[in-house]
């Protein structure tokens, strides 16, 4: 019988907690409702909380409220995806009641495991049960029922193990999308693996080395200085708009453009032309404008300096990373995260302050977002999450910096493209920015095309492994060998959405000859619509489609 844990058994505890999670991530992973290749809750919930094994190993606190706050504090800055933080929210609340304490028994842990839950749902917008949520709810509620008569801090965890076990399997009844896979919550298996280890370790069955990883942190970051400013053809990123006072038609300003330079967008009503373009003569651009009518305004930003820039900072990155607040220059920033470099440089002509590495292969953790908006010189910083899966993470830096933080909560990067180009950080106020970027997200709808990572079968649609797989807006679209039928199926989807602009991102894996032919399709069936051709150079996704 064993009635309290003091500080060297509670490391113990999470460093094996820890372990077991990075032994089991795979199979976490393989959870996902939609077999695509992304790494998702599995490895989250691994690189959190080896966040925190990291830190205890570094500091080798003494006292359980040392150990807790500890390994919450690093569990909050190291928190990637929704998984992540949910559990750093969790060790809050264990945090919060373990404060000051040196050992703890039983009711001291029913108690902290509660406060862990209530801090998790209130930090959750709307928070669905079926989930993590629900097995940590169940779990620590079978943890105060047993500390109500009993003082065996072994047989709680015992007790609390059982109903978490029973509660995962519930998850699969629970949440409709999970009973359309087959499958139960990721997040909730991840919190099982915890309670697992944390259990085995307090019984002596398992010690942190027993596991036998590495549970080294993993720290990606974009390396802008692989790629010479010889590579970008046209040094200059125009941008104006441009009063109509005549009844030329922008099209013809669209063609004299795309002689001119690339990467042409133009954008018109009855009022004004809004036009971005690469070009090598700002000057003969802006004297075509006029023939349109008066400029309103103009920017035009030196690309090749932009990228020299970036460079020298992801050079000097790892030693001189920001250890204080930036001072502002400006009113707003922008903080963006997107992976490849053709996305990274979109963003970069579109004005972002600062890019951070990640998306679907990489949710970036609260550290690595608060770190790029620490570094922005702004007072206002607005983030583009640009993923479902990072929008928590970037809210936890709200109340981790002395500037003010605005999460625009896009979930994919079409969308975070289109609330950029939509946003005018000089002249609009703060609320017409949330509105412009908000309402621009209304109006994208995205398409992924990646490939079956295994085997599946959801809701009657068999998906085989290696096959391509197509989702609109997050809904499964189909699978195929071929994505050219994939590809046609989709211009059918869109056909109801009759869109006005369709834009192909095409990957690292695609040739642009691919892409084209592959774009060609819809194309075909949408006529009417603008379709543009990037190179986005984005992991994961062979195809990211955006269609206004």
Do not use: W
Request: with cysteine; charged share 20%; hydrophobic share 40%.
């Amino acid at each position: 019988m064993r009635e309290t844990i003091d500080s060297a058994a509670f490391t113990n505890m999470l460093l094996c907690a820890a372990a077991a999670l990075e032994v089991n991530k795979q199979q976490i992973n393989e959870l996902n409702v939609f077999p695509v290749p992304d790494g998702d809750t599995g490895t989250n919930m691994s690189m959190t909380m080896g966040a925190a094994s990291a830190e205890l190993k570094r500091k080798n606190p003494q006292g359980v409220g040392e150990v807790a706050k500890c390994a919450a504090n690093a569990l909050l800055r190291g928190a990637r995806g929704n998984s992540g933080v949910i559990l750093s929210l969790l060790f809050r609340g264990l945090s919060k009641v373990l404060k000051g304490k040196e050992t703890c028994d039983a009711y001291d842990f029913a108690l902290a495991m509660n406060e862990g839950v209530e801090a998790a749902y209130n930090a959750v917008m709307k928070p669905a049960e079926g989930t993590i949520l629900t097995v940590s709810r169940l779990s620590a509620a079978a943890a105060s029922d047993f500390a109500e008569t009993g003082s065996d801090i072994e047989l709680l965890l015992s007790c609390a193990l059982e109903s978490a076990k029973d509660a995962l399997a519930e998850t699969v009844n629970i949440n409709p999308v999970l009973k359309k896979a087959g499958v139960v919550d990721a997040g909730g298996k991840g919190y099982v693996v915890i309670l697992e280890a944390m259990l085995a370790s307090l019984r002596g069955e398992v010690t942190p080395e027993s596991y036998n990883v590495d549970l080294t942190e993993i720290n990606e970051s974009a390396d802008f200085s692989r790629f010479d400013t010889g590579d970008i053809t046209f040094t200059y990123c125009t941008e104006f708009i441009v009063g109509r006072e005549n009844e030329k038609s922008a099209d013809l300003l669209r063609a004299y453009l795309q002689n001119m330079g690339d990467s042409v967008v133009v954008v018109d009503d009855e009022e004004i032309i809004k036009t971005h373009v690469h070009t090598n003569d700002p000057g003969l651009v802006l004297t075509e404008a006029l023939t349109y009518g008066g400029l309103l305004k103009v920017k035009i930003e030196n690309m090749r300096e932009q990228h020299s820039e970036l460079a020298d900072g992801a050079a000097n990155e790892e030693d001189e990373r920001p250890k204080k607040t930036a001072e502002p220059e400006k009113d707003f920033g922008t903080v963006v995260v997107c992976a490849g470099q053709g996305m990274a440089d979109l963003f970069a002509e579109l004005g972002t302050d600062k890019i951070v590495t990640g998306g679907q292969t990489m949710n970036p953790s609260t550290d690595d977002i608060l770190t790029a908006i620490e570094g922005t010189p702004a007072k206002t910083v607005f983030v583009f999450p640009n993923n479902k899966n990072i929008i928590m993470a970037a809210e936890q830096c709200i109340p981790l910096t002395e500037k003010k933080v605005i999460v625009i909560p896009t979930i994919t990067v079409p969308q975070g493209v289109s609330a950029m180009l939509s946003m005018d950080t000089y002249s609009q106020s703060e609320e017409d920015i949330i509105e412009s970027a908000n309402s621009a997200i209304q109006g994208v709808h995205t398409a992924l095309i990646t490939y079956a990572a295994r085997d599946s079968d959801f809701d009657g649609h068999e998906i085989k492994s290696g096959e391509y797989l197509g989702l609109l807006d997050g809904a499964l679209l189909g699978s195929n060998a071929d994505v050219n039928v994939l590809m046609g199926k989709l211009a059918d989807e869109l056909l109801s959405i009759n869109p006005e602009f369709i834009t192909v991102y095409y990957g690292e894996d695609v040739s642009a000859e691919d892409a084209q032919s592959v774009s060609n399709i819809l194309s075909d069936k949408h006529s009417s619509a603008e379709l543009s051709v990037i190179n986005g150079g984005q992991p994961v996704y062979y195809y990211m489609i955006s269609a206004e």
